[in-house]
């Protein structure tokens, strides 16, 4: 037997036909089941990248982490730009997401243009590594 023959054997192209490790009946029968499946309550999460510039925008973030479970990146840079009162209801937002609602939130960049915060819902685990 050549080198050939020996590595289209081991890859299953010739050779000794190998006995399935599973009977076709068993293997059959598993797939006929249709009624048993789990459904995933959220098969996925959207993460949302938003710079808001009202209230509103800012209710809309509340929205997405209280009812539909989704994490959100926020910049903050325009609020900041805007001056101390949007800047501070933002903040006011946010902390009450934490207090009442279990939310987390880590500063993920803060520099003159963009002031990034992730907020995640307490179903969603932020890990922070340094």
């Known amino acids: 037997m050549s080198f050939i023959d020996r590595f289209k054997e081991s890859l299953g192209f010739t050779g000794k036909e190998k006995k399935p490790a599973m009977s076709n009946e068993f293997v059959n029968e598993m797939l006929d089941y249709e009624d048993d499946y789990i459904d995933a309550e959220q098969p996925f999460y959207e993460i949302i990248l938003i ?3 009202s209230i509103d925008d800012m209710d809309y973030v509340s929205d997405q982490i209280i009812e539909e479970n989704n994490p959100v990146i926020v910049d903050l840079g325009y609020l900041e730009e805007e001056g101390v009162d949007a800047f501070q209801m933002a903040g006011e937002k946010i902390n009450f997401l934490r207090q009442n609602h279990d ?27 340094e």
């Not at 993920?108 to 922070?128: D, F, Q, T």
């Open 51 to 53: 710079r808001p510039r």
């Open 103 to 129: 939310a987390e939130s880590i500063l993920l960049c803060n520099s003159s243009e963009k002031n990034l915060i992730i907020i995640a819902p307490s179903r969603i685990n932020i890990v922070k590594k």
